[in-house]
């Protein structure tokens, strides 16, 4: 069983930085994509970024294009998330998520192994 967890968010004014953290135990990753994703209340969780375990291909939602960057350390098998220049409306809960090959990488139903979730708040 794939066990996630989240950490690194909190509050930061807007233009900061905050890094995400998703450490990932339970499997063999190697052949995974990791996602992160995120949500406001009573919104639908949207794409952020993703990335492939083994070829490190990576994917971002054009909102967060040229600000956010997404890794992973294959060692700690972790995947980060790194938030630059960050603005109010990037303000959400935000998820990581991994699956076996998806066939969409950057849709959340294609996923089944979710976090507990981490709070960005921006201030403006």
């Known amino acids: 069983q794939v066990q996630l967890v989240e950490s690194g968010g909190g509050l930061v004014q807007a233009g900061g930085s905050l890094r995400l953290s998703c450490a990932a135990s339970?499997?063999?990753?190697?052949?995974?994509?990791m996602g992160w994703f995120r949500q406001d209340p009573g919104k639908e969780r949207k794409f952020v970024a993703a990335?492939?375990?083994?070829?490190?291909?990576?994917y971002y939602a054009d909102s967060v294009k040229g600000r956010f960057t997404i890794s992973r350390d294959n060692a700690k098998n972790t995947v980060y998330l790194q938030m630059n220049s960050l603005k109010p409306e990037d303000t959400a809960v935000y998820y990581c998520?991994?699956?076996?090959?998806?066939?969409?990488?950057?849709?959340?139903?294609?996923?089944?192994?979710w976090g507990q979730g981490t709070q960005v708040t921006v201030s403006s």
């Open positions: 339970g499997r063999t990753f190697s052949s995974y994509a």
């Open positions: 990335i492939t375990w083994s070829r490190g291909t990576t």
């Open positions: 998520a991994a699956e076996r090959s998806p066939r969409r990488v950057t849709i959340d139903r294609d996923y089944d192994s």
